[in-house]
């Protein structure tokens, strides 16, 4: 089973810039289409970005102009380059396949506040 960890989150000002880490344990994680998923505070989880095996991008609405995902696959890893930041992008973060696949990691938490 493929076991994914993420890091970088932490506390920055609106329109301030962070860069989450997602890193899998296995060369697995490669071979499906990835993605950043969010959970806020009563919401449900959802997905933000994602990237193909082919390497195409796609960004929720929300998130669009400002988010960039990227991968590295000789580190099984994938990033989230967040710009521009808002209060509500205020969430847990966390990765996973496109669908989900493996079991969810403990997640980073992005707090976006003044």
């Known amino acids: 089973q493929v076991q994914l960890v993420e890091s970088g989150g932490g506390l920055v000002q609106p329109g301030g810039s962070l860069r989450l880490s997602c890193a899998a344990s296995s060369n697995i994680f490669n071979i499906y289409n990835r993605g950043w998923y969010r959970q806020a505070p009563g919401k449900q989880r959802e997905l933000v970005a994602d990237?193909?095996?082919?390497?195409?991008?796609n960004y929720a609405d929300s998130v669009k102009g400002r988010f960039t995902i990227s991968r590295d696959n000789t580190k099984n890893t994938v990033y989230l380059q967040m710009n521009s930041l808002k209060p509500e992008d205020t969430a847990v973060y966390y990765c996973n396949g496109v669908p989900p696949r493996y079991y969810w990691g403990q997640g980073t938490q992005v707090t976006v506040s003044s």
């Open positions: 990237i193909t095996s082919a390497g195409t991008t």
